[in-house]
């Protein structure tokens, strides 16, 4: 309740401070590389990465070095992976849950999210966001049949550097609530686990993230793919 009704008194705040973010922050546009292959040796795995500009890779020149590539490159030697990444910058959660309607039905061993955002900035309700991350899930479930879902929290935007005050500020409430709501989606799922976006953790690494105050940095990318090859390996050798 109070999160609705401080953004409706920052209404007005809101709509001078986000076209003046639209208007000085860069366009940064999504990186090229391929996004489906085959590549590596040894035991056969399967990965799906779905969602936004982060998941897609916004923020470095190439996939190499995107999220995708930097995963491929913590795996591929122990691994011949079949990867697949289905991502657009500015997507919401109820766009990737259409992105993941449009893939054909089949079976990955690892899907990887990273989604939310964009809801933040649509200023959703974190209940409302929620139900549609549940929906989202409940679609990964029924069309990839995963055996680890690797769950990317929201990012604390009240940190990005491209976000004034009082619009940061707000957006890490949503993001602070959100967040608390996804820890007990995926408590209650055996197979998930969550990767929290700790910002503090790079800053304390000095740890820039990319030129446009939003989006992750080359480090960031790799940082974020060790935690998820690290998960990965985990939650094989556990199954085995």
């Not at 999504?30 to 035991?43: A, D, L, N, T, Y």
């Not at 995708?68 to 990737?96: P, R």
Request: hydrophobic share 40%.
């Amino acid at each position: 309740m109070l999160l609705k009704a401080f953004t409706f008194v920052l209404i007005p705040a809101l709509i001078i401070q986000g076209y003046q973010v639209k208007k000085n922050t860069p366009r940064l546009l999504e990186p090229e590389g391929e996004r489906c292959g085959v590549i590596g040796q040894g035991k056969s795995l399967s990965i799906l990465i779905l969602g936004d500009s982060a998941a897609a890779g916004v923020g470095v020149q190439s996939q190499e070095h995107a999220l995708l590539g930097c995963v491929l490159s913590e795996l591929k030697n122990q691994f011949e992976i079949s990867y697949h990444l289905q991502a657009k910058t500015g997507d919401t959660t109820l766009q990737v849950i259409q992105n993941a309607k449009q893939l054909i039905p089949q079976h990955f061993d690892v899907v990887i999210s990273s989604v939310g955002v964009n809801d933040v900035t649509k200023l959703t309700s974190p209940q409302k966001w929620i139900k549609q991350q549940t929906q989202l899930y409940c679609e990964i479930e029924q069309r990839f049949s995963p055996n680890l879902v690797l769950v990317s929290g929201v990012p604390p935007m009240n940190m990005f550097p491209a976000l004034p005050n009082p619009l940061a500020w707000l957006f890490g409430q949503y993001t602070k609530k959100m967040n608390q709501a996804l820890i007990q989606f995926v408590e209650k799922k055996s197979n998930y686990e969550l990767i929290k976006y700790d910002l503090k953790k790079f800053q304390a690494l000095n740890l820039e993230m990319a030129e446009d105050g939003f989006h992750p940095s080359k480090e960031i990318y790799q940082i974020w793919a060790k935690e998820v090859a690290s998960l990965i390996k985990y939650n094989l050798n556990k199954a085995s």
